[in-house]
């Protein structure tokens, strides 16, 4: 992937974090599997006076793969969340003294907006001690339940918001567009899903799983349809995450030596920000990082999160019961727990194969430039774990059907 220049953003960070003729050394990348719309690095600015740790996510600029992908509108969305929604997030607790506010993400310190040089400096949180989860593992118990309990805060800031300053909850939604549909336009996308999702009836046997066979064949007739519903917004949307994968969360722990239980979560990358139920990105976390050990526990994790939000609400004088009820969050799990789903069967795919196995989307853009469906079929390949895939994606099903989240 090609190079950015960097320098304008390095002499601008430079001088609003006073860093003296500042050099750069580059320290490490990210490695295929764990991001696909641009690439991020860590760089080190090393001044006279002091030294800044800094990650620089940078969008791919092949024009085959961004013809076929919105990379810069989900670069865009990123860069309004870090100018716009996180300084109204963090004012809005500032003035209703809230004494635990949820401040849970890297520091912002420059964007670039201009086309084909689509720029982000973050603050790099691996110097504090924060760490990726295993992608390939599913997270244990008391990763999901932390997990819930600080979705309650982030979605709880954003309903404050919502309730008591509309003005401003519409000031900060009014350049969010939902990226998943953006990406659902293209004929790739939705060819892709159709095809991963048409596939999961034959990881049953249609004798001795009939019942499950019968209804996933059904539901898959209208999988689309079923995918673009969970769009639909109402009263009780909220501003998202939108990217609730692993990847996108970074925990630290007390010690250092035992990673079981996290101490304190970071979220990252929010390029699929938008308005949605918070099922999306609760539905989206579980089915996606979770497997049939962790199924059982749904009910606590949701009355984890929802007296989360009631206590986050509270700080601001408000009654979860007037914002969104438990009851309202049991039925929107009913109807929008499908977005997990989906995610889930695109997704385990890939989090569990080796980094020789996931495709570089630019190099296949390039390589295949006059087919404009090349870089969501490359998803579509046989992992050597595909026997695990199968078995997550069937304890899944078993679960969503005999829940009757698909029926």
């Known amino acids: 992937m090609e190079e950015v220049n960097l320098a304008p953003l390095v002499k601008q960070v430079s001088c609003t974090e006073h860093i003296i003729a500042p050099e750069v050394q580059y320290k490490y990348a990210n490695e295929k599997g764990d991001g696909y719309l641009g690439v991020v690095k860590a760089i080190e600015l090393i001044g006279r006076n002091k030294s800044l740790e800094v990650i620089v ?37 500032i003035e209703h003294n ?17 086309n084909h040089e689509e720029i982000l400096f973050l603050e790099n949180l691996k110097q504090y001690g924060y760490k990726l989860w295993n992608r390939k593992k599913p997270m244990n118990h008391e990763h999901l339940k932390f997990v819930f309990y600080e979705y309650g805060r982030y979605h709880g800031t954003n ?25 659902n336009r293209t004929d790739g996308f939705s060819g892709l899903m159709k095809k991963m999702s048409g596939k999961v009836k034959d990881f049953f046997d249609p004798i001795k799983d009939q019942k499950y ?12 349809e079923k995918f673009e519903a969970t769009s639909d917004l109402d009263d009780y949307s909220i501003i998202l995450h939108g990217d609730c994968w692993c990847n996108n969360m970074m925990f630290k722990y007390k010690n250092a030596d035992d990673e079981s239980k996290p101490d304190s ?21 579980y089915y996606v990082c979770s497997d049939k050990t962790n199924f ?29 009820p438990f009851s309202k969050l049991k039925e929107h799990w009913k109807i929008y727990s499908r977005f997990g789903y989906f995610m889930a069967v ?62």
Not at 213 to 224: A, G, L, P, R, T
């Open 159 to 183: 309903y404050a918001i919502k309730k008591l300053n509309p003005a401003l909850y519409k000031e900060m939604t009014s350049n969010l567009v939902d990226m998943m549909q953006l990406f």
């Open 213 to 224: 066979y019968d209804i996933i064949s059904e539901f898959n007739s209208v999988s689309m």
């Open 346 to 407: 695109f997704l385990i795919k890939i989090m569990l194969s080796d980094v020789d196995e996931v495709p570089d989307l630019a190099d296949v853009a390039d390589s295949k430039a006059n087919d404009d469906n090349s870089v969501m079929n490359s998803f579509d390949f046989e992992s050597r774990s595909e026997d695990q895939y199968k078995e997550r994606i069937r304890e899944l099903i078993y679960h969503m059907v005999d829940n009757g989240y698909i029926c």
């Open 98 to 114: 809230v004494q635990n506010p949820f401040v849970n993400y890297p520091k912002c310190y420059a964007i670039r907006r201009q």
């Open 265 to 285: 979560i970071q979220l990252i990358d929010f390029q699929l920000c938008k308005e949605g139920s918070p099922v999306l990105d609760l539905s989206y976390f």
């Open 296 to 324: 059982q526990h749904l009910d606590e994790y949701l009355k984890i999160y929802h007296q989360s939000l009631h206590d986050h609400l509270a700080e601001f004088g408000l009654d979860s019961n007037d914002i969104f």
């Open 57 to 93: 996510k940078y969008a791919a600029t092949s024009a085959n793969l961004r013809r076929q992908a919105p990379i810069r509108e989900a670069f865009l969305t990123e860069m309004w969340f870090y100018d716009k929604i996180v300084p109204s997030q963090l004012n809005f607790q």
